[in-house]
């Protein structure tokens, strides 16, 4: 572990001085990047934040005190297995590549920048929302958020430079020239050139968003790329935190706009309503669904026999690692009729992944309804039909009400105010959103947190204003 070189890292940088010299050429580049697109407005505050120091489960990370600026982004991999194989495919059972090969390069540089694209557009999604921080406990979050966000995407840069070369550099470029949301130079996807500019945005972001990266990288994590598969490894360590930020901020304020309701009007005591968090529920769920790309896709069977991508939990859930005969049965619209397909299974692996995702969303629901019905509220939050609203694959270009039925343009046109925010919906939670920063104080649509950060408590000063 060299901690202590200019770019932290246990990959031996010091050891490969061109590589070395070129990220080091990177580095002003990416922090012009961060100074220009990171957090508006707090970069030399001091903030309680988390270090990764080490790729072990137990103490890889160091709380402290730092500036944004000075936080010691770095290059972490989890160690090398030593006789790795390629877990899936038609490759299955042979030796892990070390080098990329040279028949799937353009796969593997897709599936890396396409990652390492989302990583800094989030942060520039986030920028203004310090500004409107509901406690310092959740200023503090926030901000942990960004600069592993930006960590990411120095592991993704870091696999550009080392593997690929001369467009591997251009593409590291690139990485810092797009801008989510510039219709000139947007990022690669929509879901990141969404605004993410109040909390409740922030909240299904990180709780819906962020947990799409956990499925995307959970597949990589066994990817027969070992160099990819150890990055991704380490990343999902501090991707738990990001989705922890998202699943409790929501919980949080479900629980207040639930006490709230027993008061009497939600809107009138300066809460939530819950139909609003509902529409926004509906909204990140529909935009994080398209990011698993088509329902049937060559790519993913591609991707799948090379050995690249796999399934979630690839080894641990699954027997047959070839998938070469199996079939899934996909729901698909057919002369303005919903029909069953069968397809083959390897080109139904994005929906496959997709189905863990929405498992995986489902649990969460399932929390914030306990705690409505903790709080004596009978209301319930739900997850749309995957064919809600939805901009890539089988269902992108049919309209579907909230159950999946299909419906006309003009009646989805008609009734979307009832699925999606409006815009007044979005102004009304914009005019919630005042900064508290008195250490332990909160803002009053938000529950306080059950317990603070490492052990702090809630009332600990976590940003130094
Ligand atoms: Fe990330
Ligand atoms: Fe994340």
Redesign the pocket.
């Known amino acids: 572990m060299n901690l202590y070189d200019r770019i932290p890292n246990n990959v031996n940088l010091s050891e490969d001085k061109k590589l070395q010299r070129a990220l080091e050429k990177w580095l002003p580049n990416y922090l012009d990047w961060w100074q220009q697109m990171g957090p508006d407005g707090f970069q030399q505050k001091d903030v309680y934040l988390r270090t990764a120091i080490s790729v072990e489960p137990d103490g890889w990370a160091n709380f402290d005190f730092v500036k944004m600026p000075d936080y010691r982004w770095g290059i972490f991999l989890k160690p090398a297995e030593p006789d790795a194989k390629i877990g899936f495919g038609d490759h299955c059972g042979q030796p892990a590549y070390q080098e990329v090969p040279g028949e799937f390069r353009n796969s593997l540089r897709r599936i890396i920048v396409t990652q390492g694209d989302?990583?800094p557009a989030?942060v520039e999604q986030q920028r203004e929302l310090g500004k409107t921080c509901p406690s310092l406990y959740d200023l503090r979050n926030l901000f942990q958020v960004n600069v592993?966000?930006g960590r990411?995407l120095w592991a993704m840069v870091y696999l550009l430079h080392r593997y690929f070369g001369r467009d591997g550099r251009d593409e590291a470029d690139a990485l810092l020239e797009r801008r989510s949301g510039n219709p000139d130079k947007p990022r690669i996807l929509e879901a990141f050139n969404q605004p993410c500019d109040d909390w409740l945005n922030f909240f299904c972001f990180t709780m819906f968003t962020?947990r799409d990266?956990k499925y995307q990288l959970s597949a990589l994590a066994e990817s027969g790329f070992e160099p990819l598969a150890r990055t991704c490894q380490f990343?999902l360590t501090?991707?738990a935190h990001?989705m922890f930020v998202g699943d409790t901020g929501l919980n949080r304020v479900v629980k207040r706009t639930a006490q709230l309701m027993k008061q009497g009007d939600v809107r009138e005591l300066g809460g939530i309503p819950l139909d609003i968090v509902q529409k926004h529920i509906n909204f990140w769920f529909s935009y994080s669904l398209d990011l698993f790309g088509g329902e049937i896709s060559s790519n993913s069977a591609d991707f799948f026999a090379a050995g690249l991508k796999g399934r979630y939990k690839e080894q641990e859930q699954y027997e047959d690692h070839i998938v070469a005969e199996q079939n899934f049965t996909m729901t698909v619209v057919e002369d303005g009729q919903l029909k069953q397909r069968d397809v083959a299974m390897r080109n139904a692996l994005n929906e496959v992944l997709r189905t863990e995702y929405v498992k995986d969303c489902e649990k969460g629901l399932a929390r914030w309804n306990k705690t409505l019905a903790e709080e004596g509220i009978s209301e319930r939050l739900f997850l749309p039909s995957s064919r809600f609203h939805r901009h890539v694959g089988e269902y992108a270009g049919h309209h579907f009400d909230i159950e999946g039925n299909l419906i006309t343009a003009e009646e989805f046109e008609r009734r979307k105010g009832d699925w999606l925010p409006t815009l007044e919906d979005r102004e009304y939670v914009r005019s919630l959103m005042h900064p508290v920063v008195e250490p332990g104080k909160i803002a009053n649509w938000i529950a306080p947190p059950a317990t603070g950060i490492k052990g702090k408590p809630f009332e600990f000063e976590y940003v130094r204003l």
Do not use: N, P, R
């Open positions: 989302t990583e989030s592993e966000e990411h962020d990266g990343m501090e991707e990001h």
